[in-house]
């Protein structure tokens, strides 16, 4: 019986290594799985975005208030024909087909989301719908959910799985999807929309390097969502600012701690600093935020350093700040600023380009700091990339945070993983400037009827479908008892209108209405 088993997982890996660089048969066989990792990364927004300029002027706010205060452009948004199930649908099939993957060679997948519709049924069984037709039904996961560290903690399960002895040699498929929406007010503008859809394996060109996590969890009410009939949050938005910042400290600091005894093991007394990651992503709720993130950390290695130089370098002219106290600097403007200021090269060098998708379409929670990622990634070629360690800080509020670092692989040769992996994203700007403006006033209907409507059995969305992406899921219908049905706009508009509409646990194809 072992050795049938055996053979059935070396035959099931053999069979996928073709169709991807990162599963091999090599891999499967040792000890302990080579450089575990992000092998695809893609990603999903919204088609229709509101201009957060034209929004200021509507909400009668000044200008540059949300543009540069928060740091925003524009804003992605669904209409009722969109849903936390037809995003991830979305983002799930756009993988899988532009990688040309089998259902089959998927043994785990997990939804990271903090947009509930159902309080028992999971987004990971409505996605296997998408499954059907392969007949695999042998897939682990289910949802989880702490506001926007989700799609990371199902990201780290995922990795935890494939070097685990529960591993079957397939790869696991991680996504992290949400839309978030607040009530009008202050918060409206930092709202967003999106999904992403990560594929884990070995042999990845990003590997997470191995015992190098921070991490921090503390209880706070600084963001929930108690009202079960809405989607909107209940912010103390202050008090989730001092939270962001203090777990960006207690996770920089038990890292360092980690990387450092790491490298003591190795012979090396050298201490870490900012300048040993070669990127840094971060959640980022808007982008003013991680800006004053970056400068924060750069707080942290000068309070850290034991003889810091003010006269020349980075740390010039900050003498003064030698004897802060973290804890009492989270709204002091003085030190933000001449950290801010301090920090700007290194931000434009490591952390700028990475928030192409925050700026151009907001926050979408789980996937915010993957969207960052996915950034990063689309603007830098594999050269640029190779060899590199990415810093990723992921949060969630109530609160969870972990800073971690991925490792990219010396192989940047034409062809290689790496090289698909960036030729894969380098369309994101032009996705996103293939997106429809909608005005401020119909972007507000919108969030009207969404409000109005998202809970709703019996009812049919108003939304158009003819301006969503094409091989876009979208929702048809709920019915009298809440069972929500899909189905999927053409890849190819010269195509017959031919959409799979699925509801419940059937998958057909029909003709459009």
Same mark, same amino acid.
């Given at each position: 019986?072992?050795?049938?088993?055996?053979?059935?997982?070396?035959?099931?890996? #053999?069979?996928?290594?073709?169709?991807?660089? %990162?599963?091999?048969?090599?891999?499967?066989? %040792?000890?302990?799985?080579?450089?575990?990792?992000?092998?695809?990364? @893609?990603?999903?927004?919204?088609?229709?975005?509101?201009?957060?300029?034209?929004?200021?002027?509507?909400? %009668?706010?000044?200008?540059? /208030?949300?543009?540069? %205060?928060?740091?925003?452009?524009?804003?992605?948004?669904?209409?009722?024909?969109?849903?936390? !199930?037809?995003?991830?649908?979305?983002?799930? +099939?756009?993988? =899988?087909?532009?990688?040309?993957?089998?259902?089959?060679?998927?043994?785990?997948?997990?939804?990271? $989301?903090?947009?509930?519709?159902? /309080?028992?049924?999971?987004?990971?069984?409505?996605?296997?719908?998408?499954?059907?037709?392969?007949?695999?039904?042998?897939? @682990?996961?289910?949802?989880?959910?702490?506001?926007?560290?989700?799609?990371?903690?199902?990201?780290?399960?995922?990795?935890?799985?494939?070097?685990?002895?529960?591993?079957?040699?397939?790869?696991?498929?991680?996504?992290?999807?949400?839309? #978030?929406?607040?009530?009008?007010?202050?918060?409206?503008?930092?709202?967003?929309?999106?999904?992403? #859809?990560?594929?884990?394996?070995? !042999?990845?060109?990003?590997? *997470? @390097?191995?015992?190098?996590?921070?991490?921090? =969890?503390?209880?706070?009410?600084?963001?929930?969502?108690?009202? =079960?009939?809405?989607?909107?949050?209940?912010?103390?938005?202050?008090?989730?600012?001092?939270?962001?910042?203090?777990?960006?400290?207690?996770?920089?600091?038990?890292?360092?701690?980690?990387?450092?005894?790491?490298? +003591?093991?190795?012979?090396?007394?050298?201490?870490?600093?900012?300048?040993?990651?070669?990127?840094?992503?971060?959640?980022?709720?808007?982008?003013?935020?991680?800006?004053?993130?970056?400068?924060?950390?750069?707080?942290?290695?000068?309070? !850290?350093?034991?003889?810091?130089?003010?006269?020349?370098?980075? *740390?010039?002219?900050? @003498?003064? *700040?030698?004897?802060?106290?973290?804890?009492?600097?989270?709204?002091?403007?003085?030190?933000? /600023?001449?950290? =801010? /200021?301090?920090?700007?090269?290194?931000?434009?060098?490591? $952390?700028? #380009?990475?928030?192409?998708?925050? !700026?151009?379409?907001?926050?979408?929670?789980?996937?915010?700091?993957?969207?960052?990622?996915?950034?990063?990634?689309?603007?830098?070629?594999?050269?640029?990339?190779?060899?590199?360690?990415?810093?990723?800080?992921?949060?969630?509020?109530? *609160?969870?945070?972990?800073?971690?670092?991925?490792?990219?692989?010396?192989?940047?040769?034409?062809?290689?993983?790496?090289?698909?992996?960036?030729?894969?994203?380098?369309?994101?700007?032009?996705?996103?400037?293939?997106?429809?403006?909608?005005?401020?006033?119909?972007?507000?209907?919108?969030?009207?009827?969404?409000?109005? $409507?998202?809970?709703?059995?019996?009812?049919?969305?108003?939304?158009?479908?003819?301006?969503?992406?094409?091989? $876009?899921?979208?929702?048809?219908?709920?019915?009298?008892?809440?069972?929500?049905?899909?189905?999927?706009?053409?890849?190819?508009?010269?195509?017959?209108?031919?959409?799979?509409?699925?509801?419940?646990?059937?998958?057909?194809?029909?003709?459009?209405?």
């Amino acid at each position: 019986q072992g050795k049938k088993e055996g053979h059935r997982i070396s035959t099931a890996v #053999a069979s996928i290594s073709h169709l991807m660089p %990162g599963s091999a048969p090599v891999s499967y066989l %040792g000890p302990w799985p080579k450089d575990v990792g992000i092998i695809a990364l @893609e990603l999903y927004f919204p088609s229709q975005y509101v201009d957060q300029t034209e929004l200021e002027e509507f909400d %009668g706010v000044p200008t540059g /208030k949300y543009t540069v %205060g928060l740091g925003q452009a524009r804003m992605g948004f669904c209409s009722d024909r969109e849903d936390i !199930n037809s995003l991830c649908l979305t983002v799930v +099939q756009r993988l =899988m087909e532009k990688n040309a993957l089998s259902y089959n060679s998927i043994g785990r997948l997990e939804v990271g $989301t903090e947009t509930i519709i159902d /309080k028992s049924k999971s987004v990971k069984t409505a996605l296997m719908q998408l499954f059907e037709n392969s007949g695999n039904t042998d897939v @682990e996961g289910i949802d989880t959910t702490n506001a926007c560290y989700g799609g990371t903690a199902a990201l780290f399960n995922a990795v935890n799985w494939v070097e685990s002895s529960s591993w079957d040699g397939r790869y696991a498929l991680v996504v992290a999807g949400d839309i #978030a929406v607040y009530a009008t007010g202050s918060a409206r503008p930092t709202g967003g929309a999106g999904a992403v #859809a990560i594929l884990i394996g070995p !042999n990845a060109p990003l590997a *997470f @390097e191995r015992g190098l996590r921070g991490t921090h =969890m503390q209880h706070a009410y600084d963001f929930y969502k108690p009202d =079960m009939v809405s989607e909107y949050p209940v912010v103390d938005g202050k008090l989730s600012i001092q939270c962001y910042l203090s777990a960006l400290d207690r996770c920089y600091s038990v890292y360092r701690n980690k990387i450092h005894a790491q490298w +003591q093991r190795e012979g090396s007394d050298k201490s870490f600093s900012l300048e040993d990651f070669g990127f840094l992503v971060f959640h980022s709720p808007y982008c003013k935020l991680v800006q004053k993130s970056l400068a924060r950390l750069m707080l942290n290695d000068f309070l !850290n350093h034991p003889s810091p130089n003010t006269e020349t370098g980075p *740390f010039t002219g900050l @003498e003064a *700040f030698r004897d802060v106290q973290p804890e009492d600097t989270y709204f002091d403007r003085d030190v933000e /600023k001449a950290f =801010m /200021k301090a920090s700007t090269d290194m931000f434009e060098r490591k $952390t700028k #380009a990475s928030l192409l998708i925050s !700026n151009q379409n907001g926050n979408m929670y789980t996937p915010s700091v993957y969207g960052c990622l996915a950034s990063l990634i689309a603007q830098h070629t594999p050269s640029q990339m190779a060899g590199q360690r990415i810093g990723v800080f992921s949060y969630g509020s109530g *609160f969870a945070a972990t800073l971690y670092s991925l490792r990219v692989t010396q192989d940047h040769i034409p062809g290689s993983s790496l090289d698909k992996l960036v030729l894969s994203l380098s369309d994101l700007k032009t996705r996103l400037d293939s997106r429809k403006k909608v005005s401020p006033a119909l972007f507000s209907e919108n969030m009207k009827l969404r409000e109005d $409507t998202h809970h709703l059995a019996n009812y049919v969305p108003q939304g158009s479908v003819e301006d969503l992406f094409p091989g $876009t899921w979208y929702l048809t219908r709920v019915d009298d008892k809440h069972r929500r049905e899909y189905a999927r706009r053409p890849l190819d508009d010269d195509l017959p209108a031919e959409s799979e509409r699925v509801r419940s646990s059937s998958a057909t194809e029909v003709q459009e209405e």
